[in-house]
């Protein structure tokens, strides 16, 4: 079946120590996205490819950066993590701009 | 930006209860997705619908685009329709971008 994939699923790193979430997806779509949500929060959009386009949202903070070296891959790097970034990390994907966004499972991150 | 307000915030009802839940937003829209996230954290796509109708056999979802409100029906719930229900639109300026609203918990007891 066509899907999002991320991993890992459970990320444990320490305060300050670089880190790298992983996302891939089979539906062959043009757009993939990030979304950090914090507990009992709605998701929040960070950033999106559109193609090879980057679109960064403007209070995404400098700490929080991506990567797309093809279509099917899509890696957030956080620089310096701190304890305020621990959160559910959700990719998505769409064919378009507006079109239905499919999300994987999400990375659950936990700072140290 | 565009404002999206749930309501309510928290619905708790018996199994084979039906509810309603809505979607208001402040803005233009031309997307407009019902997202269920389960206990695990997976958003599930329930439907894309910037207007009309549409029916996926116990859900369905009516959106008003001159009014600016959706409406997400739930029939006969079971206790697997237990989570969050997220509404999310895009506004017609920058419609690659959701903007989620803040939910409804659902809780279903047996």
């Known amino acids: 079946d066509a899907m999002v994939i991320q991993n890992p699923r459970y990320q444990v790193t320490q305060f300050g120590k670089p880190v790298t979430l992983s996302c891939s997806q089979t539906?062959?779509?043009?757009?993939m996205y990030w979304y950090q949500q914090k507990s009992s929060q709605a998701p929040k959009l960070l950033f999106h490819?559109?193609?090879?386009?980057?679109?960064n949202e403007a209070d995404t903070p400098d700490n929080f950066q991506s990567r797309r070296p093809n279509t099917s891959f899509c890696f957030l790097d956080i620089r310096s993590p701190g304890l305020g970034d621990a959160a559910m990390y959700l990719c998505?994907?769409?064919?378009?701009?507006?079109?239905?966004?499919?999300f994987g499972p999400g990375t659950r991150l936990l700072v140290l | 930006g565009i404002q999206v307000e749930q309501s309510p915030p928290d619905l708790i009802l018996q199994e084979g209860a039906n509810s309603t839940l809505r979607c208001n937003f402040s803005?233009?829209?031309?997307?407009l997705q019902w997202f269920h996230q389960n206990p695990w954290g997976q958003l599930i796509n329930l439907f894309y619908?910037?207007?009309g109708t549409k029916q996926n056999g116990r859900l369905s979802a009516t959106t008003v685009a001159t009014e600016r409100y959706s409406l997400l029906y739930i029939s006969s719930s079971q206790t697997t329709d237990s989570g969050v229900y997220f509404c999310?639109?895009?506004?017609?300026?920058?419609?690659?971008?959701?903007?989620f609203g803040q939910g409804t918990r659902l809780t279903i007891n047996p």
């Open positions: 998505a994907t769409s064919l378009g701009g507006v079109e239905t966004q499919y």
């Open positions: 539906l062959n779509h043009n757009v």
């Open positions: 490819y559109y193609d090879k386009d980057f679109n």
């Open positions: 803005d233009s829209v031309n997307n």
């Open positions: 619908i910037p207007s």
């Open positions: 999310a639109v895009g506004a017609t300026q920058g419609a690659q971008k959701l903007v």
